[in-house]
């Protein structure tokens, strides 16, 4: 089944290579679309744009559904990493957007957690956005400091600093095994984090609109889930490619900054021999098993 995107997206291009059907609209122009086509919109706040757009609709292509995607961009910040052009050309705003349905939103990370929320120049049309998402999606997936803002904005659940990057691929276990989200996983099932901030536990178990549905030893609180079925909190990346976090080592290692290596990432430890793929189908999973239990 195909993902439709605007036409011209780089990321297209490169998904037809790995032989993912990607199909076009046409500029201008309605073309026919099928009538169970699904319609997602990505609220995009990576500085690497492009990088997610390429990683999310890998990852949607696993479900086996018509869909069509809407990437969204906030007015209040000019992002200084990707074209204006592209952004111009393959992004909504939300005043463009606000009066559509979805059936599923994505609210992604954004490199802004050691900031209070208040203090991120974007949160005021953020939370719009996610008081909109509330009547015009079906189902909101919120992905790692989007996790942590739906968690703040939606049940006052407060973010919290930690010592040291949480960096690398942590084991996890199942808390409900009734969640659909977690349909075909089983304890010991491996993600990526990358993040400065956490979220407890117990503050989430005292909510009782919300459930932990899987956890980490190491990593914390992973995936939570309101009692609706509505909202999905997750703090880790089973978006991410395999050298994703290679290159954001990499990356803070020649700015100077302080980094350990991503923990259980690289074969034996090494950076030279390159990282192990372990969270690959763990991934595809998830984001099928979204689309297909909770869009559908």
């Not at 930690?162 to 009734?178: A, R």
């Not at 089983?186 to 956890?215: C, M, W």
């Amino acid at each position: 089944m195909p993902i439709y995107t605007k036409a011209g997206l780089p990321a297209g291009e490169i998904l037809r290579k790995e032989k993912i059907q990607i199909l076009e609209e046409l500029e201008g122009k309605n073309n026919l679309e099928p009538s169970n086509l699904l319609q997602i919109a990505i609220l995009n706040l990576m500085p690497l744009k492009e990088d997610t757009e390429l990683q999310l609709l890998r990852k949607l292509a696993s479900s086996g559904k018509n869909i069509k995607i809407t990437f969204v961009n906030v007015i209040s910040y000019i992002s200084k990493t990707t074209p204006p052009e592209h952004l111009k050309r393959f992004y909504s705003t939300f005043e463009e957007i606000k009066n559509q349905y979805f059936d599923g939103l994505i609210i992604t990370g954004a490199p802004v957690e050691q900031m209070a929320f208040e203090e991120v120049i974007y949160w005021n049309e953020l939370t719009k956005i996610m008081d909109w998402s509330e009547t015009h999606a079906k189902s909101t997936l919120h992905i790692c400091w989007g996790a942590q803002a739906g968690l703040y904005y939606h049940y006052g659940i407060e973010k919290h600093l930690i010592p040291d990057k949480m960096f690398g691929v942590f084991e996890h276990k199942i808390d409900d095994k009734n969640s659909k989200i977690m349909m075909g996983f089983h304890d010991g099932f491996k993600a990526p984090h990358s993040r400065h901030t956490t979220v407890y536990k117990e503050d989430i178990e005292q909510n009782q609109e919300l459930e932990v549905v899987a956890e980490s030893n190491k990593a914390g609180v992973f995936i939570v889930e309101n009692k609706e079925k509505n909202q999905l909190f997750v703090t880790g990346h089973l978006e991410y490619a395999v050298d994703t976090l290679d290159k954001e080592y990499k990356r803070d290692l020649a700015k100077g900054l302080k980094i350990e290596m991503p923990e259980n990432y690289y074969q034996d430890n090494n950076p030279e021999e390159g990282p192990i793929f372990s969270w690959k189908e763990n991934g595809d999973k998830i984001y099928s098993n979204w689309v297909n239990y909770y869009l559908v």
